[in-house]
C-alpha cells in the first residue's frame, strides 16, 4: 500500500469530492420534483417491481429500516406510493405505485437520465465501464 503524504492523495478524498458533485448536480436538476435520490430509486424501483416488500426495497438501496421507512413514508405522504399487506406474507408491507405517482416517477427517470449524461460526459465508454466496475469493488 502506498503511504499518503497529502490528502490529494487519498483515494477517500477524491471520492468524497466525485460523491458531493454527483449530489449537487442531482439535486439541481431535481429540486423541482421535490425528491431525493433515495426517494426516486425507491420510486423506480416499486414501478418496476409492483408489490415489493419494504424489507426487500431497503435491501436493494442498502438501507436500514429507519431510512427504509422514512423514505417510504414520505413517498407515501405525498400520494406517490400506497402500501398494503403482502399477499404472500402478512408480516410484510407491499408497496404499489399510486396513479398520482407515475408523473413524478416520469420526471424522475428523465432527471435520472439527465444525470446519467452529464456523469458519462466526463468519461469514454471504456472509462465508464472500469469506473462501474472499480466502484462496484467498493460497495459489493
Known amino acids: 500500500m502506498d503511504q499518503v503524504d497529502r490528502i490529494e492523495q487519498a483515494l477517500s478524498f477524491h471520492l468524497d469530492l466525485a460523491n458531493g458533485a454527483s449530489n449537487r448536480h442531482f439535486t439541481e436538476i431535481t429540486a423541482a420534483l421535490g425528491l431525493t435520490q433515495k ?3 425507491a420510486l423506480w424501483l416499486i414501478s418496476e417491481h409492483p408489490g415489493i416488500s419494504q424489507i426487500d426495497l431497503g435491501q436493494r ?5 429507519a431510512t427504509t ?32 405517482g407515475a408523473p ?16 458519462a460526459s466526463r468519461f469514454t465508454k471504456a472509462e465508464r465501464a472500469t469506473l462501474t466496475d472499480l466502484l462496484a469493488r467498493l460497495h459489493q
Do not use: F, Y
Open 69 to 100: 421507512m422514512g423514505v417510504v413514508n414520505r413517498l407515501q405522504a405525498r400520494g406517490l406510493i400506497r402500501r398494503e399487506k403482502s399477499a404472500s406474507d402478512g408480516r410484510k408491507q407491499a408497496l404499489h405505485l399510486e396513479p398520482a
Open 104 to 119: 413524478a416517477l416520469t420526471a424522475s427517470q428523465q432527471a435520472m437520465r439527465d444525470h446519467e449524461t452529464w456523469l
Open 61 to 65: 438501496l442498502h438501507m436500514d429500516r
Open 39 to 41: 426517494q426516486v430509486c
